[in-house]
């Protein structure tokens, strides 16, 4: 079982509160221009018997994931996938069109299940895009969006090799854990 969702981050910093010394504001200097961004898209993946759940990501910089990419990135992924695969994602126009179906036609071990409107709580990525976002990436301030993808596929890749952490996004969602992986 494979969830998938895509995100982006912004060359513009996610402000949070922080310490300064009484009466000297932080100032919080960038350079990011309207829409300037870097687009990510990232599958949780459930092994057959439950025991190991994988991450696997990609990044566009200044440019967003339309179905042609998720397309690719969902070939990429099947390489690295044994057996059938059963893909769960939201309905999102990224996930329709011909390049979709023609990748469902070109994989019949591909089985495509949407999530219901509005659940994003049905999907355990989003937690990860909270984690990463708000949590690690907050008044990061990149120079260019190098730097941006750079830092977040460092902190993807920390996610990437951490089971515990990866168990604690499935847990934040509404899902159950699988019951192998509960222990």
Sequence with gaps: ?????????????????TLAPKGETPVLEHRAKH?????????????????????????????HF???????????????????????WDRGSMHKGEPIRKLVA???RLQI??????????????QIWSYVKW?????????DTAELEQRLFEELDLCRVD?????????ASALPLPHVLAT
Aim: aromatic share 10%; charged share 20%.
């Design 163 to 171: 089971q515990d952490r990866l168990k604690s996004f499935w847990r």
């Design 135 to 143: 949590h690690k990436m907050s008044n990061f301030a990149p120079h």
């Design 113 to 126: 299940e949407l999530l219901p409107p509005y659940a994003p709580e049905l999907n355990p990525v989003e």
């Design 1 to 17: 079982m494979v969830f998938i969702d895509e995100s982006g981050a912004l060359l513009c910093p996610l402000v949070r509160r």
């Design 106 to 108: 070109d994989h019949p």
């Design 35 to 63: 829409r300037d961004k870097v687009s990510i898209i990232s599958a949780l993946t459930v092994s057959p018997q439950g025991r190991h759940l994988g991450f696997y990501f990609s990044t566009l910089p200044d440019d």
């Design 66 to 88: 339309e179905s042609t990419a998720v397309a690719w990135f969902v070939r990429q992924l099947l390489q690295h996938l044994r057996g059938p695969v059963i893909l769960v």
